[in-house]
C-alpha cells in the first residue's frame, strides 16, 4: 500500500516540477497573440478567403475585435499586394513540366486612424514546390489546391506573429 501512495506522490512531484519548468521557461500556448490594439479593421473586400481565415485566427486567439468601419479601429490592415503564381521549376527528358514552384505573396502595412505606420509596408512571401506527373492530373490538382490552402494558412500565422510583435509608436518629441 506504501508503494501506490509513493508512486502517486513521485508522480504529482514530477507534474508540478514540470508545469514550474514549463512556465519559468515562458512557454506560452501557439495562437494565443496579443495584438496591441482593440479593434482592427481589415481593408479587403469581404468576400475574400484570406479576409476570412485573418478575421476568424485574429477573433479566435487574441482579445481583438474585428470591425467593419476602419473609423471605428485603433488600427487597419492595409494589403498593398496578394498574388499567386505558378512557375515551372523542372522539366523531364520529354520537356514536359515534372515540378513546379507556387508562390504567395502579400503585401501589406498596418495604420493608424491619423495614417500613421504602426507597421510600414512589409511582405510575406511564401513558396512550395511539387512534383507534377501528366498520368495523375486530378490527384495533382487536388495537392496544388492543399499547397495553396496550406500556403495562406502560412501566411495567416506570420502576419499575427508580425501584428503581435508591433509596437504602436509613441510622438516623437517636439524639437524647439
Sequence with gaps: HTDKGSSMKLQTLLLVGLSLILSACGFHLRNSADLPFATLSIAMPESSDLRANLARNIEASTQT?????????????????NTQTKSILSLNSAGRVREYQLTRTLGFRVYDKTGHDLIPASRIVVQRDYTFDDD???????????????????????????LSASKPQTAAPSEN
Design 136 to 162: 495523375q492530373l486530378a490527384a495533382k490538382q487536388a495537392e496544388e489546391a492543399l499547397l495553396w490552402r496550406d500556403m495562406q494558412n502560412d501566411i495567416v500565422q506570420q502576419l499575427l506573429r508580425r
Design 65 to 81: 475585435r474585428i470591425v467593419a468601419n476602419a473609423k471605428e479601429a485603433d488600427a487597419t490592415l492595409g494589403i498593398i499586394e
